[in-house]
């Protein structure tokens, strides 16, 4: 698992190199999302852990609003065998410009 900051996470989704992983409220991500991301909630994400395993060797975004459930997020994918976890330290915040609503 590495931290990573927004101007990371923007080379990521400008070089469509890694899958986005939202581990927000189903409500907040409706709100505002990166594009193609896939929105699973952290509380659901021990249940829902075998959508992701297509990607166990790719290239994963996870974020969410401050950066506290993606790094629980983050730590737990990494444990069950991902190999290329990334967290988006800080949140979505700054990258308002990217989300569709």
Request: glycine residues 4%; proline residues 4%.
């Amino acid at each position: 698992m590495k931290n990573i900051s927004k101007y990371e996470a923007i080379n990521f989704l400008n070089n469509r190199d890694a899958i986005f992983l939202d581990v927000r409220s189903y409500s907040e991500f409706e709100y505002g999302h990166i594009p193609n991301a896939i929105s699973i909630p952290i509380d659901e994400l021990n249940e829902k852990i075998d959508l992701l395993e297509p990607y166990k060797n790719e290239n994963i975004v996870i974020y969410c609003s401050s950066g506290s459930r993606s790094f629980t997020a983050s730590s737990f994918l990494s444990r069950n065998g991902f190999r290329y976890i990334y967290n988006l330290t800080g949140g979505i915040s700054p990258l308002q410009n990217y989300l569709v609503r």
